[in-house]
C-alpha cells in the first residue's frame, strides 16, 4: 500500500477530525482519482477518505456491516456535508502485493484462495444489500451504453475482444448469474490484510453484498496474473478455491460485464 509523507496541516480537513492529527505523521495513500485517502500514523494508524458527496455512503454502510461479522476494520465516523469523510481504523499487517507474499506466490495463492472460501462461507441474511448481482448488471448496461470498455481485463482465452462482443456474452449469458453469496465485490491482492503469513483483515468492501462468488474469483484470479505476470497462479488459485464450486461460463460471463465497470 502506498504511502508518502506530507505535511500534516490539520485546517485542510473537517473540524471534526482535527484531534486525530495532534502529534501524528500523516500520510497520502490515494490510488484512484475518484478518492484522496490520508493514513493516519496513530495508535495502530487511522485512514480518512474523502470523495463526492454521497459516494461514500454505501462503502460506510457495508464497513460497519462487515466489521461486526469481523471481517474488515471499524469504521469511525461517516460525515457527508460538501463532501463525503470516511475515518476506518487500520488493519494489522501488510496487503498481499507486499514483496515479502509475492516471494512466494504459490503459498499465496492457496492463502488467498482459503481466506475467500472463509468470506464466501460467512452468513448474509442480515446483509444490506441483498441483491448485488441486479446493482452489478444495471451498472454494466448503464457503462456500456455511455461507451465505457476497458479490453485490458479480457483474457486473452475469451472469444471476445471488442466492445459489441463482450456486450453480447453479458447480454446471453447475465441469466446465469446468482444471488447466493456473500461477495467482497473487488477482490483483488491489495484489498487483503495479512499478518506475517496469517489473515488479518479484508479492506475496500464498498462493492459488496449478496452476489455470485464468480466476481470474486475473476478479481482473485486477475490479480494474481497482473501482480505476478503469470496466468500459472490464477488457475492455481481457482485450484485451491475447488473447481467443484468454479462455473467456467460464469466466470466467462463475469469477465465479459468487468469489462463496462
Known sequence: MKKTEIPSDPALFPHRFAPLFRGAKLFDSSCSPQAQVWFIDKEGGYFLKRSAKGSLEREALLGGYFHKKGLAPAVLDYYSEEEDWLLTKAGVGEDATNSFYLADPARLCDLLADCLHFFHESGFSDCPVKDYTAEY????????????????????????????????????????LRADTLIHGDFCLPNVLFDGWKFSTFIDLGNGGVGDRHVDLFWGAWSLWFNTGKEQYAH??????GRNLVDSERLRIVSAIECFG
Do not use: I, V
Not at 236 to 241: E, G, K, Q
Open 236 to 241: 492455481r488459485f481457482l485450484d485451491a478455491y
Open 137 to 176: 448488471l444495471q451498472r454494466a448496461e448503464e457503462n456500456y451504453k455511455k461507451g465505457m470498455f476497458d479490453p485490458t481485463l479480457l483474457p486473452e482465452k475469451y472469444s471476445f475482444s471488442t466492445a459489441e462482443q463482450a456486450w453480447s456474452a453479458a447480454r446471453e449469458g447475465k441469466a446465469l
